[in-house]
Each structure stands twice: as C-alpha cells, then as structure tokens.
C-alpha cells in the first residue's frame, strides 16, 4: 500500500485508543515511548490530526496493520 492510499483510508482515531489500551499504558507512557507530547497523542486519539509519519510510528509500537485502524 502506498502513501497516498494510506492517506485516502477513513482511519478510526478511536482505534488508536483501543491499540494503547491493549497494551496496557496510559497516553502519557505511549506519548513517551514513541517521542511525542502526551496532549498530541491526545488529539491524534480524537482526530484532530495526525501525520503519516508519527501514524507508521504508532502502528509498528501497538504491532497494528493499517486494516486495524480501518472504520468499521
């Protein structure tokens, strides 16, 4: 899958959520291990905005695909 596919997805911030969750660490413990500000990760949660860039970070620390995040 490419960049701008990716970019097209309908991703479900809430996933993101979900993904800390289960692997049991508050915002702030994943904010620190990937090398953000927990009030980002915060917004990046409710989708507010979330670059390509910090999402691949995201999705390789929780050890989600890209259909994980999916809306459905």
Known sequence: M???TIRNL??????LAV????KG???AQAAREI?????ILWQYENGKALPL??????MLFY?????F????
């Not at 309908?10 to 996933?15: G, L, P, S």
């Open 63 to 67: 050890g989600k695909t890209i259909e």
């Open 10 to 15: 309908e991703i479900d911030y809430k996933k």
């Open 2 to 4: 490419d960049i701008q």
């Open 69 to 72: 995040f999916l809306g459905e």
């Open 35 to 39: 090398g953000i500000d927990r009030r």
């Open 25 to 27: 660490l508050t915002q």
């Open 53 to 58: 860039e910090n999402f691949t970070k995201l």
């Open 19 to 22: 993904a800390r969750e289960e």
